[in-house]
């Protein structure tokens, strides 16, 4: 019998046995996790260059971007190396740390995106008192306490997790280290303190998501009363952008979290696992840059002084 005294380290699940699928395997996700770093970071640096971009809404998503981007890069590289050396080895440590990370950065990303929900509501049903709720001072001590409660949060979740006893060996059914599975190794009574704990979780997501849906539903009441037709078209489109990926998030979320892990088969936990881990992270960016004008605009200048500068180097090297 194995408990975390003795356990050394887990086995995670792989892609494939075969060397073709492990090759596909590490370029397909090479390539994900390259348009979630390249979409992220053209975000983020748009936003910077650009004054006309500094305001509340994008301040919130450049904290948005670097979640993102710390959130895919927790599981997708190591997974990749995996594929390449064709091992499934993943030390105890490095499996604690894995699910410390994913937890402060899935739910520090929840909080940002409960935080921008308000900040359109503020914006649309308060317009006059938006100067003074949403300065400056106010922005960044949201966003610190968003960042400061993910850690918090993660750290209760990944000590109740590594205080239970496993006594199911250390074979994990999936690409990472995720709860549910890992609770799936432990004994019978050691693991009811932590399905508390989720059971918690999951009753504070949905509260943030039923305080979403009615911000929402007071931001649309006030979207009908705008008398200018491309008034009330932008601040649709806004809002709807962020619906989508709220909604993304936290049912992919909640549904890896609820699924049963015993009668799963292991194709299905990997498919909503790369679903829920990895395809957010390279879909926001396209989400809020393709249906944004401000940030296609900014995104095309920003662009555009690249190639310039380029092509002013060339030209002077020559």
Not at 7 to 22: A, W
Not at 254 to 282: H, R
Not at 296 to 302: C, D, E, M, W
């Amino acid at each position: 019998m194995a408990n975390q005294t003795t356990m050394t380290g887990f086995l995670l699940l792989g892609f494939s046995d075969i060397r073709e699928l492990q090759i596909l395997h590490i370029i397909v996700f090479l390539v994900l996790y390259f348009i979630s770093l390249l979409g992220n970071l053209l975000i983020i640096t748009a936003i910077a260059l650009n004054r006309h971009l500094h305001k509340p809404m994008y301040f919130f998503l450049i904290n948005l971007s670097i979640l993102d981007f710390g959130y895919i890069s927790v599981t997708n590289p190591k997974s990749m190396v995996n594929s390449l050396m064709n091992t499934t080895l993943i030390s105890y440590y490095g499996c604690v740390a894995k699910v410390f990370f994913f937890l402060f950065f899935a739910s520090a990303n929840f909080a940002i995106l409960t935080i921008m929900v308000y900040n359109r509501y503020v914006a649309i049903c308060q317009p006059l008192h938006y100067e003074v709720v949403m300065n400056r001072r106010a922005c960044v001590q949201i966003a610190a306490s968003a960042w400061i409660s993910g850690i918090l949060y993660s750290a209760l979740h990944t000590g109740k997790t590594f205080a239970i006893s496993f006594c199911g060996g250390n074979m994990v059914d999936q690409f990472f280290c995720e709860i549910p599975q890992l609770l799936h190794l432990a004994c019978s009574d050691s693991y009811l303190g932590e399905i508390v704990l989720i059971s918690l979780s999951v009753l504070l997501c949905l509260s943030c998501f039923a305080f979403i849906t009615v911000s929402y539903v007071q931001i649309f009441k006030t979207m009908l009363r705008i008398p200018s037709e491309q008034g009330r078209h932008k601040a649709f489109s806004t809002c709807l952008l962020h619906l989508i990926v709220v909604s993304l998030f936290l049912f992919n979320g909640l549904f890896s979290f609820l699924k049963p892990t015993s009668n799963s088969a292991s194709d299905l936990n990997l498919l909503v696992a790369v679903f829920y881990s990895i395809m957010p992270p390279v879909m926001n960016p396209f989400i809020y840059s393709m249906r944004n004008k401000e940030m296609k605009s900014a995104l095309s200048k920003l662009i555009s002084w690249r190639l310039f500068r380029k092509n002013k180097m060339s030209i002077f090297l020559h």
